[in-house]
């Protein structure tokens, strides 16, 4: 969280390092010298805003190359008064919903209504937590934000591991999607236009679900920092000091690789994508100690080999969970990416 707090909210740091700079300026060497340090931490605070500048005026490019000429609500990409102003989305109220009972547990889903009257398209959001740990309560804003765009949300709970393991979370994801389709017209959902979003361990379990349900109302799948071939995760885990990536795939999938193969092939989706599979918006930090970048990498280049639309948006100052702060830089240029990609998969057009 500090991490992400620093990289963006960089530009909140500058300006109390030039601030601070003011008070202490004399004309001796000690003044001189603070004030010079102020002066440079404020440049290297704000270093995050200037590469997004760079990677904003080329975001554009690759949105009309990859889907075409969409339709955008956002003007720009980044929106330097919106770092500061924030984007305030609605207050949308969500209904809890119970979808499916299993194991001793009732699984519930908040679902946030499309600020729209309107057959909405669904957007189904998966959290991440490394498949051990997390709820559907730390993205709030950018639910609130898509549904006040006119799509309906559903925002998951899935069953966790040690207790459930691999698969148990992608049949509950799966489930949570048919329960929101079967009551499509009480929930006013287009039940045919559904796309998958999800965030680091929740991004695999997005992808996982999309390459093995057979249900041609999946459009896309919007893949947060997620890791793409748990083989790679496995020999190249995420940096210790802030998670042991061995324990957490012994977790999910029950071991290691030689003991579990099996477990790691099914698991890992950059194993299972093919020509038919839904194209991929894929969201990543350059700065990733939890999940490198080269999971979303590898995957693009698959599925570009393959034919299957996709963009891999490299955000080169961003961390893990780098889109918690709604009006940072990386959910800016984040945010940008996802309504150009829903628009292109979802035929926005074409509907309205």
């Known amino acids: 969280m500090l991490a992400i707090g620093v990289t963006e ?19 001796t060497w000690y003044g001189r010298t603070a004030t010079f340090l102020c002066v440079a931490a404020a440049v290297l605070a704000s270093t995050p805003v200037l590469r997004a500048a760079r990677v904003a005026d080329d975001i554009q490019k690759q949105v009309q190359k990859t889907w075409g000429g969409v339709r955008v609500h956002r003007p720009r990409p980044l929106v330097f ?14 209904r809890k919903l119970i979808y499916r009972s299993i ?26 937590g490394s498949w051990n740990s997390g709820d559907n309560k730390d993205f709030i804003p950018m639910d609130c934000y898509l549904a006040g765009r006119g799509f309906a949300v559903a925002d998951v709970i899935y069953r966790l591991a040690p207790r459930s393991p691999f698969p148990a979370a992608s049949e509950d994801v799966s489930a949570a999607i048919a329960y929101i389709q079967s009551r499509a017209l009480e929930f006013k959902i287009d039940p045919a236009r559904v796309v998958l979003l999800g965030r680091s361990a929740g991004a ?47 977790d999910y999938l029950g071991g290691s690789p030689s003991a579990f193969p099996a477990n790691y092939e099914a698991a890992s989706p950059i194993r299972h994508a093919t020509s ?57 240029i984040s945010i940008y990416a996802i309504e150009s990609f829903l628009g292109s998969v979802l035929d926005l057009d074409q509907h309205g």
């Not at 909210?9 to 004309?27: K, M, S, T, V, Y």
């Not at 008064?81 to 969500?94: H, I, K, M, Q, W």
């Not at 001793?104 to 998966?126: C, E, N, R």
Request: aromatic share 10%; net charge negative.
């Open 81 to 94: 008064a919106d770092l500061f102003r924030g984007l305030s989305p609605p207050d949308v109220e969500p």
């Open 276 to 332: 038919g599979s839904p194209p991929v918006l894929f969201l990543h930090g350059g700065r990733d100690e939890i999940v490198a970048p080269a999971h979303s990498e590898a995957l693009a280049r698959r599925l570009t080999e393959l034919g299957v639309r996709n963009l891999y948006v490299s955000l080169p100052w961003a961390t893990h969970g780098f889109d918690y702060l709604l009006r940072g830089p990386g959910s800016q």
């Open 9 to 27: 909210w960089g530009h909140f740091l500058a300006l109390l390092c030039l601030g601070a700079a003011i008070p202490i300026w004399n004309n």
């Open 204 to 250: 695999q379990i997005a992808l996982h679900v999309a390459y093995s349900a057979s249900d041609p109302g999946i459009r896309g799948v919007i893949s947060f920092y997620g890791p793409t071939d748990l083989f790679r995760s496995w020999e190249q885990p995420g940096n210790p000091l802030v998670i042991d990536t061995r324990a957490k795939l012994t």
């Open 103 to 128: 194991d001793g547990m009732d699984l519930s889903l908040d679902f946030y209504p499309a600020q729209d009257s309107k057959q909405a398209p669904l957007i189904v959001v998966i959290h991440g």
